[in-house]
Nanobody, 115 residues
Framework: QVQLVESGGGLVQAGGSLRLSCAAS????????MGWYRQAPGKQRDLVAA???????NYADSVKGRFTISRDNAKATVYLQMNSLKPEDTAVYYCQVAAYLRNYWGQGTQVTVSS
């Protein structure tokens, strides 16, 4: 079992920045890819960014050049640095980790970008 605790969401004006963190505990030795998804009201949950154990990252086209994902394997923590935020980035952001046999989700953290 893996437990995830997210932090760092909040309210920010357009153009501002936020940093999300997601700390994993439990069977962290089983973790492979770590990532962030987001879900806006009435929309599906979509991938924002993900990073492998080796540091290879991929991003949704809508956040490329503005968001940066990183991870600290020693701390079993993944981060999402979000710059140049736009109102359309408003959503609940969920941390996800891919571990042996299953994926785990965080509880979600609200990010609201005002215009």
């Amino acid at each position: 079992q893996v437990q995830l605790v997210e932090s760092g969401g909040g309210l920010v004006q357009a153009g501002g920045s936020l940093r999300l963190s997601c700390a994993a505990s439990g069977s962290i030795f089983t973790i492979n890819t770590m990532g962030w998804y987001r879900q806006a009201p009435g929309k599906q949950r979509d991938l924002v960014a993900a990073v492998t154990t080796g540091g290879r990252a991929n991003y949704a086209d809508s956040v490329k050049g503005r968001f940066t994902i990183s991870r600290d394997n020693a701390k079993a923590t993944v981060y999402l640095q979000m710059n140049s935020l736009k109102p359309e980035d408003t959503a609940v952001y969920y941390c996800q980790v891919a571990a042996y046999l299953r994926n785990y989700w965080g509880q979600g953290t609200q990010v609201t970008v005002s215009s």
